[in-house]
């Protein structure tokens, strides 16, 4: 199973994930979020973008789960939007993509969800989408699986780190600036890990 790590802002996860599946003509990708609204929102902009998507989540009825995986078994839909819950016990024959569009809570989260792709001996691929602010997600992965994983950044999609930097919240005494002191910190690291192509 490949394994790799895109940068990208928060705000443009969406954008990334449906132009990986368009231009990659992934038919069948699983898609992790961290949240039951964030699993439905994700679902509706990429049926905006023209992809089919349904999502799963604990406010789902069981009926309404299993309908939404059959359609994704039988190619109705081409993503499906689950969070951590929904997808205990998924059992998807020869699912090649998985995608963590939220870094998981966590870090064995991540090891059930990419599990979920390669298996039997199949061609899988881990991909997560990474904003600077879940640069700690990723180094407890990392540490978990004992495994540096591999980052590369997408033209056009690059993180904007001053973005990231100014909606981070401002640090709680007067005077003091280790927040911002240590997101910038992160920030150089996480510049310095990505390769551009």
């Known amino acids: 199973m490949e394994q790799l790590v895109y940068p990208v802002d928060r705000k443009r996860k969406a954008e990334l994930l449906a132009f990986l599946i368009g231009s990659r003509n992934w038919q069948q990708v699983l898609v992790f979020t961290k949240t039951k609204q964030g699993s439905d929102q ?14 799963i989540n604990g406010d789902k009825s069981q009926g309404a789960r299993q309908k939404a995986l059959d359609d994704f078994k039988n190619g109705k839909v081409r993503a499906l939007i689950a969070t951590d819950v929904a997808a205990r016990g998924l059992d998807i024959e020869k699912l090649e993509q998985v995608v963590n569009f939220d870094m998981p809570y966590k870090p064995e989260d991540y090891v059930h969800r990419i599990g979920r792709t390669g298996r039997a001996g199949q061609i899988g691929i881990a991909i997560s989408l990474m904003s600077p602010n879940e640069e700690d997600s990723l180094l407890a992965i990392e540490r978990l699986i004992d495994t540096k994983l591999p980052q590369e950044w997408l033209k056009g999609f690059e993180p904007s780190l001053d973005n990231e930097m100014n909606n981070e919240k401002p640090p709680r005494k007067r ?23």
């Not at 994700?42 to 999502?55: M, P, Q, V």
Request: net charge positive; aromatic share 0%; proline share 0%.
């Open 42 to 55: 994700l679902a509706k902009e990429l049926a905006l973008d023209g992809i089919k998507a349904a999502s």
């Open 175 to 197: 005077g003091r600036n280790s927040e911002k002191q240590k997101m910038k910190a992160r920030l150089k690291i996480h510049a310095n890990r990505g390769k551009k192509n």
